[in-house]
């Protein structure tokens, strides 16, 4: 069974920037696209950007020019940099492979605040 560990999260003001991590546990991460996703408050869960294994990426429209996602296969982890934060984009924030794992991670938590 595959974990996934999230962590980063913080309360930050409107422009300021936090950068997630989440770490896999499992082997041949390398060949996983992965996903981060937020679900906002009252909100459902939502793509927010997807790093394929060979390292392409794709953002949601909110957050194009905003956030940045990388990996690590060396550490099996991938990033989500973000900056120029919105109290929009307050909500807990998941990782998960593409096809999603049916397990998921605690999530971390980001507020940020007008």
């Known amino acids: 069974q595959v974990q996934l560990v999230e962590s980063g999260g913080g309360s930050v003001q409107a422009g300021g920037s936090l950068r997630l991590s989440c770490a896999a546990s499992?082997?041949?991460?390398?060949?996983?696209?992965m996903v981060w996703y937020r679900q906002g408050p009252g909100k459902q869960r939502e793509l927010v950007a997807i790093?394929?294994?060979?390292?392409?990426?794709h953002y949601a429209d909110a957050v194009k020019g905003r956030f940045t996602i990388s990996r690590d296969n060396a550490k099996n982890v991938v990033y989500l940099q973000m900056s120029s934060l919105k109290p929009e984009d307050t909500g807990v924030y998941y990782c998960?492979?593409?096809?999603?794992?049916?397990?998921w991670g605690q999530g971390t938590q980001v507020t940020v605040s007008s």
């Open positions: 790093i394929s294994s060979g390292g392409t990426t």
């Open positions: 499992r082997t041949r991460f390398s060949i996983l696209a």
């Open positions: 998960n492979a593409n096809p999603p794992f049916t397990s």
